[in-house]
């Protein structure tokens, strides 16, 4: 019932920019935690970014290599999270995958998976 659709990926040259966004929909009551996964060719899926609603307050945490260029926001109103990936480099070419844990809605409380979306990042 809940699913999870990225956007916003595409070709940008090293040093540029790209938003990426990922709306849940379904008859969702809550979202625990949400983020972005990312995976290149040839390597293991790693986590980039993610944050967890408690309250007003959100907390925020970014893979080690990424900080200080990417920031995560969430919208929980319209249950869409968003990635903004500044200077962006070569090796954050990948397929980003959007991942939610603790989804509430109607049916139950699950995590679920986007199915992806490109960046590439070449000159």
Known sequence: QVQLVES????VQPGG???L???ASGSILSINT???YRQAPGKQRELVAAITSLGSTNYANYADSVKGRFTISRDNAKNTVYLQMNSLKPEDTAVYYCNAVGVVSTRGVYDYWGQGTRVTVSS
């Open 8 to 11: 916003g990926g595409g070709l």
């Open 17 to 19: 920019s790209l938003r």
């Open 21 to 23: 966004s990922c709306a």
């Open 34 to 36: 949400i983020g972005w």
